[in-house]
């Protein structure tokens, strides 16, 4: 996470948002008093984070997901191939 003031972001958007497109990376801007801070990402990140939280947000997901991995790590995967 890169964290800038509002100043330099102004005065260097193109190469704050070209970073964050380039490396994934989030931006954070803290801001004057008691503002909360902003947070500017992709829209890709953006979707990552928020369909990870949706796939976390029940406790039957996280078990087949646990599941899943702890067959993946254990290597007891079966492989399929899809004929056409």
Known sequence: ???TTIRELRANMKTYFDSLD???EILLVP???NKE???IMTL???NSI??????LSTKSNRKVIEKALKELSNNE???FKIEE
């Open 22 to 24: 380039d490396n994934k």
């Open 31 to 33: 801001r004057q008093g």
């Open 1 to 3: 996470m890169t964290t």
């Open 44 to 46: 890709s990140e953006y």
């Open 37 to 39: 801070a902003i947070v």
């Open 50 to 55: 928020t369909e990870t939280e949706y796939l």
């Open 77 to 79: 995967v079966t492989e």
